[in-house]
């Protein structure tokens, strides 16, 4: 066997490999270019403050879509990748400079809702605007029915808190934290405060129609009425009866008062309940004891689900 020698050569400069999901972004770019999006977010989005320097609202959204379609765990981690390649970055985009992380902070510190709104509506109406999709999709139940599921769902992320000092020889400190989070339910996840975001998923074309935030539990019946707002539109725009369209909500709503909210608009729901009290209705009481309408067994775990159907019960 021959011995073939081997030679390593090691330079000092730096060559540094192009992210993986910059082609991703490149795509998105182009995108939001041919449907005019960027120049409406810059036309129609205003957000005027002082020591912005050479940069603009559409600036700091960008350097945001890039962040969220890479995937970096943090916007830290997403500056270091990204820093050998500012320049293209921005450049898909139309614009010149990376802002720094630290003016990106200091913007959305500053941001108002006014303009979170304003960006939210340009997007839904875009959203609204085309159909990527030939059909939106559907299912149908045990009776022959067609229904449109949209997904509810509150999610939830916890923040953990280092410790303070506090001494009399220091000033009152302050959590940057308390601007965006609050104590609440954490759901298994560590931490002290927590912030919940409600997203409007379409459960067919796994189109986001919506996404609502607030500190600590959040106000999820506003959430809930916004997000019914948004579905009602996503329906008409696709002239789809209200009565079709069934929206799954969990047990956060399995309340009397938001499922009303709901069912007065003509949407269907399908809910975890709560209300165990319902239980206790002599209308429920006697389904429950006759044999279900339905049972069925899962192909694999063998787990079987027995269904009640009950007649409409004030």
Not at 52 to 66: K, N, R, S
Not at 89 to 109: D, E, K, Q, V
Not at 151 to 158: I, P
Request: aromatic share 8%; charged share 20%; with cysteine.
């Amino acid at each position: 066997m021959e011995h073939f020698s081997v030679r390593i050569q090691i330079s000092e400069a730096s060559l540094p490999s192009i992210p993986s999901w910059l082609a991703e972004v490149a795509a998105f770019a182009q995108v939001l270019t041919h449907e005019e999006i960027l120049k409406a977010i810059q036309e129609q989005v205003r957000f005027a403050r002082a020591r912005f320097g050479l940069y603009d609202l559409i600036d700091f959204v960008v350097v945001l879509i890039g962040y969220a379609l890479s995937g970096e765990p943090t916007l830290l981690a997403f500056y270091e990748r990204l820093a050998p390649w500012a320049s293209p970055f921005m450049a898909l985009f139309g614009r010149n400079l990376l802002p720094h992380r630290s003016t990106l902070s200091r913007f959305l510190a500053a941001l108002d809702q006014s303009t979170v709104e304003a960006l939210r509506t340009l997007f839904q109406k875009d959203l609204l605007a085309r159909s990527p999709f030939s059909s939106p999709g559907g299912l149908f139940d045990r009776r022959g029915a067609q229904w449109l599921v949209v997904d509810v769902d509150g999610t939830r992320q916890a923040a953990r808190q280092r410790a303070l000092p506090q001494l009399e020889a220091l000033p009152a400190p302050h959590r940057r934290f308390d601007q965006v989070c609050a104590p609440g339910y954490q759901g298994r996840k560590r931490g002290e405060v927590v912030r919940t975001r409600t997203v409007v998923l379409q459960a067919h074309t796994h189109q986001f129609l919506g996404t609502f935030g607030g500190p600590g539990n959040g106000d999820y019946r506003s959430e809930l009425r916004r997000a019914v707002q948004v579905i009602t539109n996503y329906a008409t725009q696709l002239a789809l009866p209200l009565a079709s369209v069934l929206l799954r909500l969990d047990g956060l709503y399995g309340d009397a008062a938001p499922l009303l909210d709901v069912l007065a608009t003509g949407l269907g729901v399908i809910a975890r309940s709560r209300a165990y009290h319902l239980l206790e209705v002599e209308a429920v009481k006697q389904v429950l004891a006759r044999a279900p309408s339905h049972v069925s067994t899962h192909s694999e775990s063998g787990m079987t689900r027995a269904l009640y159907d009950c007649a409409s019960v004030p």
